[in-house]
């Protein structure tokens, strides 16, 4: 069975650590779900020649509406550039991999975005996201990725964090131009305490993913 949890620290302006917390992680969303059998439908082995979409599935976007997540693909022409469910967003980029936000809207299994999502920037309300960090480790017993990612408030006031979030971007571009530039969520929790980012400090965030192995 997989396991899940979250892991909050909150520093203050010096570094320090002021809190930490541990809770699991109860909300794999469908589109987790829809994505992973999108996945499982591909089969491999296509012919260079033989181009376009072999496998999709269709998920939920951030605006509720519906699109279709590309799974397996072949590029035309001279280049294929071919991203399924990638996480690790770039520095100041809020679209997708972990976001946080102000919500405290129920959970439900078919939710498609946070419901007051927390943008990047030093204005007020505002958090500076930073880069991630993915890391896989195989232990005795299980294999687990963790997901990592700092937020720094420099908005001049303080900042609560009350639910959090795991989107993924579908992307495919060949020689013809961009294919599918696609974002989605596919894990969003409450925390069971909200955490207040006083000015000047930071929040880091990391999900921990396990797969037990016996």
Not at 45 to 54: C, D
Not at 89 to 108: C, F, L, P, Q
Not at 146 to 167: C, D, H, M, P, Y
Request: charged share 25%.
């Amino acid at each position: 069975m997989i396991k899940a949890y979250w892991e909050i620290e909150v520093y203050d302006k010096n570094g320090k650590l002021i809190s930490k917390h541990r809770q699991p992680c109860r909300s794999l969303l469908a589109n987790f779900i829809r994505i992973l059998r999108g996945m499982l439908l591909a089969k491999g082995g296509t012919a260079l020649t033989s181009y376009g979409v072999k496998a999709s599935c269709s998920v939920k976007k951030y605006d509720g509406t519906e699109d279709t997540a590309y799974t397996e693909w072949y590029g035309s022409l001279s280049y294929g550039i071919f991203t399924c469910a990638g996480s690790k967003s770039a520095d100041n980029d809020d679209s997708y991999g972990i976001m946080v936000g102000s919500g405290t809207k129920t959970v439900e299994i078919d939710d498609y975005s946070l419901e007051s999502k927390i943008s990047h920037g030093t204005g007020s309300g505002q958090l500076d996201y930073d880069t991630h960090t993915i890391n896989k480790y195989e232990e005795a017993g299980q294999v687990k990725i963790e997901i990592q990612r700092t937020f720094r408030n420099v908005s001049g006031a303080t900042i609560t964090v009350k639910e959090v979030g795991l989107g993924v971007r579908n992307y495919c571009e060949d020689g013809d131009g961009v294919k599918k530039d696609l974002k989605f969520l596919i894990v969003r929790d409450l925390l069971d305490t909200p955490r207040d980012v006083l000015d000047g400090g930071s929040l880091t965030v990391k999900i921990t993913i396990i797969v037990p192995t016996g």
